[in-house]
């Protein structure tokens, strides 16, 4: 698998990571004997990065992927905080930090997080140097190595940019949500801040595998935050209402290359994008895992497929989701 360099980490990473919000909760139930099944098909397929965070089954992600990593030397295991706490401005100290930290290192087993990310937090907290200042002591004091900020908006990432410390940003990027392209790319790439680019399927709606019958669980944010009920609605399916979606989904399967699976050429899609350092789409199962892993030995888009994917974001995703986030 291609590597590339995760930002102002230094580290080298496999371009298609695992996304492990799938192995905590809120996409139904995955036993713990899937998640490491599915854990090693990704690593075995090429996988380097892993991206968790201390909210997912309020810690089970965290705790599983620092069980698997112990067994696989040479992963980079990236987490979040702050969305166990109310979000407030006032909860981003430090702390709570030191608290939130303890207990991520002890979920993941480790004496240093490699990498720590502000998990989308209320949007004053990008322009604090207190938050800041409580980070750099932080990696002074070796708790963790690097950190980095998962953001909702363009603006939030370009604001994280700004800061020197600041080693990568998460955001929303996918064929669903391409205003990142604009100006977060470019500016991340001028201050080598990596991008680590997620929801990548739009809540798997890009993997063609959908249609109006389709049920999910009634633990599964597609089934009880299509309306942003429980947290910011871009988080599912992108924003986009889910048959307009399906519309859009129906006009890319012609641009699929041939012999590749839809869900791996929406992930192509990104890697093609200058200024990506990782997509991190989740997995449920191995074969999710190792197709998705697969996505990287695709040959790279052409032009005219390229502003294909922007003809169809430009006619039916663009009104609902380009203004907002």
Same mark, same amino acid.
């Given at each position: 698998?291609?590597?590339?360099?995760?930002?102002?980490?230094?580290?080298?990473?496999?371009?298609?990571?695992?996304?492990? !919000?799938?192995?905590?909760?809120? !996409? /139904?139930?995955?036993?713990?004997?899937? *998640?490491?099944?599915?854990?090693?098909?990704?690593?075995?397929?090429?996988?380097?990065?892993? =991206?968790?965070?201390?909210?997912? /089954?309020?810690?089970?992600?965290? #705790?599983?992927?620092?069980?698997?990593?112990?067994?696989?030397?040479?992963?980079?295991?990236?987490?979040?905080?702050?969305?166990?706490?109310? #979000?407030?401005?006032?909860?981003?100290?430090?702390?709570?930090?030191?608290? !939130?930290?303890?207990? &991520?290192?002890?979920?993941?087993?480790?004496?240093?997080? =490699?990498?720590?990310?502000?998990?989308?937090?209320?949007?004053?907290?990008?322009?604090? =140097?207190?938050?800041?200042?409580?980070?750099?002591?932080?990696?002074?004091?070796?708790?963790?190595?690097?950190?980095?900020?998962?953001?909702?908006?363009?603006?939030? *990432?370009?604001?994280?940019?700004?800061?020197?410390?600041? *080693?990568?940003?998460?955001?929303?990027?996918?064929?669903?949500?391409?205003?990142?392209?604009?100006?977060?790319?470019?500016?991340?790439?001028?201050?080598?801040? /990596?991008?680590?680019?997620?929801?990548?399927?739009? &809540?798997?709606?890009?993997?063609?595998?959908?249609?109006?019958?389709?049920?999910?669980?009634?633990? =599964?944010?597609?089934?009880?935050?299509?309306?942003?009920? &429980?947290?910011?609605?871009?988080?599912?399916?992108?924003?986009?209402?889910?048959?307009?979606?399906?519309?859009?989904?129906?006009?890319?399967?012609?641009?699929?290359?041939?012999?590749?699976?839809?869900?791996?050429?929406?992930?192509? !899609?990104?890697?093609?994008?200058? /200024?990506?350092?990782?997509?991190?789409?989740?997995?449920?199962?191995?074969?999710?895992?190792?197709?998705?892993?697969?996505?990287?030995?695709?040959?790279?888009?052409?032009?005219?497929?390229?502003?294909?994917?922007?003809?169809?974001?430009d006619e039916l995703i663009r009104p609902q989701v380009h203004g907002r986030w």
């Open positions: 698998m291609e590597h590339r360099t995760l930002g102002r980490t230094g580290r080298q990473v496999g371009v298609v990571g695992l996304g492990a !919000w799938q192995l905590g909760a809120d !996409w /139904g139930e995955v036993s713990e004997d899937e *998640a490491f099944a599915t854990l090693d098909a990704a690593v075995d397929a090429g996988v380097t990065f892993v =991206d968790t965070a201390d909210v997912y /089954g309020d810690g089970r992600s965290e #705790q599983i992927v620092g069980r698997f990593a112990r067994t696989r030397p040479g992963i980079t295991v990236a987490t979040k905080m702050g969305r166990r706490a109310a #979000q407030v401005p006032a909860s981003y100290v430090m702390d709570n930090f030191r608290a !939130w930290n303890e207990r &991520s290192r002890r979920n993941l087993d480790v004496d240093t997080l =490699d990498l720590v990310q502000l998990h989308c937090p209320p949007t004053p907290v990008y322009s604090s =140097d207190a938050v800041f200042d409580a980070l750099d002591t932080l990696v002074a004091e070796k708790k963790i190595a690097a950190y980095g900020v998962s953001v909702e908006t363009c603006e939030e *990432a370009l604001t994280a940019i700004a800061r020197p410390g600041v *080693a990568t940003v998460q955001i929303i990027l996918n064929a669903f949500r391409l205003k990142p392209l604009e100006r977060v790319l470019p500016a991340a790439r001028a201050a080598g801040v /990596g991008v680590i680019a997620r929801v990548p399927l739009a &809540s798997g709606l890009l993997s063609g595998r959908y249609d109006e019958h389709t049920v999910f669980a009634p633990d =599964d944010h597609r089934t009880y935050n299509r309306r942003g009920e &429980s947290f910011d609605v871009g988080e599912t399916f992108s924003g986009v209402d889910f048959g307009t979606g399906l519309e859009a989904v129906r006009k890319l399967a012609g641009l699929v290359p041939e012999g590749a699976a839809m869900a791996q050429f929406a992930l192509r !899609w990104i890697l093609d994008q200058p /200024g990506v350092s990782v997509v991190i789409p989740g997995a449920r199962n191995p074969g999710q895992a190792r197709s998705n892993a697969a996505a990287a030995g695709l040959a790279p888009l052409p032009p005219e497929t390229l502003e294909a994917v922007r003809s169809v974001y």
